[in-house]
């Protein structure tokens, strides 16, 4: 029996189920405050969503007495829905955005609202790298440059004039394959150097100058619809500068000073403008370190330290729409 939604019903589409982590997951805390607000809410997995007959998708309703503590898997109660009467569909799949990832997108994007209620945009999803923020907003970022096959000599010349460097792989994600280099003492030691992070230039890279400021810490600004949020500090791991969750990285409470709303308020138009619904932006001693526009995460712990519930005002932010 097919479900015809009312056009209030968000549907929240995500990883499988048992690889969601499930305390800390920010799209099973959104899912959970919609129970809160009385909002109702479906949710479904990448591989269980398009397996029923053409034009529907398989979802399981969300319990009233849903709370994210509780692991149960909804899968057993998936039926069948028509696409078009979700009100919001939330693509929260983890990067990175590969070909499968694509494909999903594409066919949300196919039987949202004509993808109209589709968050986040297609275009925004598949076209920009979470690796780099919005084109406008490159004034906010470190040196850096994306170092294409036709691009040695350049990039040989941008590793040349830092003494440090990182070089990030933009075809994966979570801090993967991040490094940070010291110059190499030979133009030619930095040619071969190039080639094996890029594997003889057949996969995307981004080359960015080293930020010291990393060692006091990375702040994440939250945003919904264009509005700021919230904030915390990351910590980078025990030995290692990267910045690693589920390796410990320490966090806490972190309040913008006056500059930095300002800086803020900057990005929340362009993500407005963008229809960027749901995104946290990483800044590194005021520099933009990471875009993420996928499946923005840490609310959980946001609301921790500072013990106040995002999750709500996220909510309302949304059904309120651009």
């Not at 390796?247 to 000073?257: N, V, W």
Request: with cysteine; hydrophobic share 40%.
């Amino acid at each position: 029996m097919l479900n015809m939604t009312s056009g209030e019903t968000l549907l929240w589409v995500t990883d499988p189920w048992p690889t969601l982590s499930h305390q800390k997951d920010t799209t099973l805390r959104l899912m959970e405050e919609t129970v809160n607000l009385g909002i109702p809410s479906c949710w479904s997995s990448a591989d269980i969503l398009f397996q029923g007959p053409e034009g529907t998708w398989k979802a399981a309703s969300i319990d009233p007495s849903f709370a994210r503590h509780d692991s149960a898997d909804p899968g057993h109660r998936m039926s069948l829905w028509e696409p078009s009467g979700f009100r919001q569909v939330h693509d929260r799949i983890d990067p990175p955005v590969n070909t499968h990832y694509v494909e999903v997108a594409r066919r949300l994007h196919a039987g949202a609202v004509h993808g109209e209620g589709l968050l986040n945009p297609l275009d925004i999803i598949t076209g920009q790298s979470e690796k780099l923020p919005l084109p406008e907003l490159l004034h906010l970022a470190p040196r850096q440059m994306v170092v294409n096959p036709s691009d040695s000599e350049q990039a040989i010349d941008f590793i040349r004039q830092h003494k440090e460097f990182v070089s990030k792989p933009m075809n994966l994600a979570q801090s993967i394959g991040v490094r940070r280099h010291s110059r190499p003492e030979s133009t030619e030691e930095t040619r071969i150097l190039l080639e094996s992070l890029t594997e003889h230039f057949t996969k995307p890279l981004l080359l960015q100058e080293y930020l010291p400021e990393i060692e006091k810490g990375e702040v994440r600004m939250w945003f919904a619809m264009g509005c700021f949020i919230g904030a915390l500090k990351k910590f980078p791991a025990q030995n290692d500068f990267r910045v690693l969750i589920d390796e410990g990285s320490r966090i806490e409470a972190y309040h913008p000073d006056a500059k930095e709303l300002q800086v803020a308020e900057e990005i929340g138009t362009k993500l407005h403008r963008h229809r960027i619904a749901l995104a946290a932006v990483d800044f590194i001693s005021g520099k933009i370190s990471d875009f993420n526009i996928t499946s923005p995460g840490l609310l959980v712990q946001l609301e921790e330290v500072h013990q106040k519930n995002f999750a709500n005002r996220i909510i309302r932010q949304l059904l309120n729409g651009f």
